[in-house]
């Protein structure tokens, strides 16, 4: 975004007064036509009008949101409200509310927020799709066998349909949530914008080379025919082939796997061999769980399946570090959270990193335990990937 502005700025400082104006103007609108009425009955934050409570963003801008929202859970409890360009957001980090709201689809739905700033580029993603009958479908069809090289490109080896899949996910994607698409072609995110355009090019070719790799495979029969041991790809594939979805829709969830996974497996791994390096006694009790396993056996997930060890220390890791911290969701009535009233259409923040280092959940919060992972209480509080029909 940085980049964006300068060059504006450098070369066109008219188009940037303007994009400036149009920008302040589109918030207002947004603000008060599209987002939640403040409740009054919810404890939190003071702010601004539009802008909300600025202290919010000496936070966000230095990457530490997460220490804005636990402060608040500290002096406000699990449920409060704050407001920001995004209007107002009740952020819920009580574990058996966040339950409910996850698992009570009539009276809270996902919306289209996050669908509608991808429009064009993942918005046939599962992970992205509202509550309906699109997701349903998509959620019945869906590692496709094929590396992306990612650790190669770390080295700073380019790889073209990894860099290129990097460029939408994440500079247009992140650049997106914070402007209003009035702004998208003049500032290089519209999909009509070059680099925007000769990404989804390229990626679109990448994804025609594997999908035909595949279906050669498939019509040679060199991959598993049976249901049980398709992977994502050929299971999409046959999708394809029967018309249940459209080339758009399969690409957009083989992209929406490689966004969403790629990162949540590799921070979850990261973070896991963080914990073992500070953690020695840790790490060699679970190398003398792990060392005697035959990775070359026929039963190596009957194998897998005894190492509980190895499953504590990844569960543990993922509370401590959630790959997936905060989710949104959507009163779609008049209803109540944690007993205070909500109206139709207020936006609420589930917030599992609150729920996994809080105090009342877990004892020691903030130690990494696997041994806690014994007790199997521990898990009604657990909430990596959500709970409920989009987890």
Known sequence: MSTILQTLFD????????AVNIAA??????????TGKKTNTIPGPSGWPIVGDTDFYSYLFKFKAFEYHEKNINKYGPIFQTDGLAGNMVMVADAQEAKRILTDTDTFIKGDELRSKMIGLLDNALFLLPSGDLWKKHSGKVAFGKSMQSVQSLNGKSNGSWDDLDAITSDVFAF????????????????????VAKAKQEIYKFLDELADE??????????????????VLHRLLISL??????????YGELIGFFFAGHET???SLTFLFMELSKNPEIREKLYQEVKDVDFESENLSESISKIKYLDNCLKEAMRLHSAVPNVLRTAAVDTTVGGYPIKKGQQIILNFRGIHLSEKNYHNAREYNPDRWNQQAESKVFLPFGDGPHM
Request: net charge positive; aromatic share 10%; glycine share 4%.
């Open 11 to 18: 070369n066109k400082p008219k188009a940037l007064l303007i």
């Open 25 to 34: 103007i589109s918030s207002i609108v947004y603000y008060y036509t599209h």
């Open 176 to 195: 997106r949530f914070g402007t209003h698409p009035w702004l998208y072609k003049l500032l290089g995110v519209h999909l009509t914008s070059p680099k």
């Open 214 to 231: 595949r279906l050669e495979k498939i019509r040679t029969k060199e991959v598993s025919q049976e249901k049980w041991d398709m992977d």
């Open 241 to 250: 082939d029967k018309g249940i979805l459209s080339k758009d829709e399969v």
């Open 265 to 267: 497996t590799a921070n």
